[in-house]
């Protein structure tokens, strides 16, 4: 069975600060990965995929195969960064399956 | 375009009650999801549907029934509303075309039965 795990519920940090939010997946074959994000008052949306390795808001994650897991990074969080992030997996195809997300909290 | 659309926001159901949760999107999208969210949890896939005429479950369907006889509409039906079943309920759809698609979510619908 394929799972995701962000161990952080809560994650808070100052404006400038660097930011990683954790997800570590479980899955037997080859994933795809994804964050998603929703902002306050805003539908969840797409941030970055793994297979894209692109940056978006100054976001990058990157795959590790090794150990398994997908952090979100950024290096320098801006008040607009503060959201709900969710980690989301799928062996191929259509179906995801979700971390239970990270409350990001940018503080001034 | 307004994106995938559902209603209503909101819900109060007594246990025993039938509902349906309507979702559409005017993206021409194939891929068609409903998820669940619990309190504290991410989000679990309850039934999805690659197209009109086909649906298939997904992780948590008992209690629910869906259809889909339009690409543009996927209904989500409760015919006997338990606590259980007390949520925020979001729709979903993609277009697959190789790979794995971004999936576009709907705003939700918080239901609480009691």
């Known amino acids: 069975a394929q799972r995701v795990t962000q161990p952080e519920k809560l994650l808070s940090v100052f404006k400038g600060a660097p930011v990683e939010l954790k997800c570590n997946y479980s899955?037997?074959?080859?994933?795809?990965l994804f964050w998603y994000v929703q902002y306050s008052r805003q539908r969840l949306q797409l941030l970055l995929r793994?297979?894209s390795r692109e940056s978006i808001k100054g976001f990058t994650a990157d795959l590790n195969k090794g150990e398994t897991s997908f952090h979100l990074k950024k290096p320098f969080a801006q008040e607009e960064d503060s959201a709900m992030y969710y980690c989301?997996?799928?062996?191929?195809?259509?179906?995801?399956?979700f971390g239970t997300g990270t409350q990001l909290k940018v503080e001034l | 375009n307004a994106g995938v659309t559902q209603t209503p926001k909101f819900r109060i159901l007594k246990i025993g009650q039938s509902m349906t949760l309507q979702c559409t999107q005017d993206?021409?999208?194939?891929?068609m999801y409903w998820y669940r969210q619990d309190p504290g949890m991410g989000l679990k896939l309850i039934y999805y549907?690659?197209?009109?005429?086909?649906?298939d479950k997904g992780e948590v369907p008992n209690g629910y029934n869906v259809s889909r006889s339009t690409t543009e509409d996927f209904p989500l039906r409760l015919e006997l509303a338990a606590p259980s079943q007390t949520s925020v309920y979001f729709c979903?759809?993609?277009?697959?075309?190789?790979?794995?698609?971004?999936?576009?979510f709907g705003p939700g619908t918080r239901l609480t039965v009691t």
């Open positions: 979903a759809s993609s277009y697959l075309a190789g790979g794995s698609p971004e999936q576009y």
């Open positions: 899955y037997s074959g080859s994933p795809e």
């Open positions: 793994h297979i």
């Open positions: 989301a997996l799928t062996g191929g195809g259509n179906k995801l399956t």
């Open positions: 993206m021409n999208h194939n891929y």
């Open positions: 549907s690659v197209g009109a005429g086909i649906t």
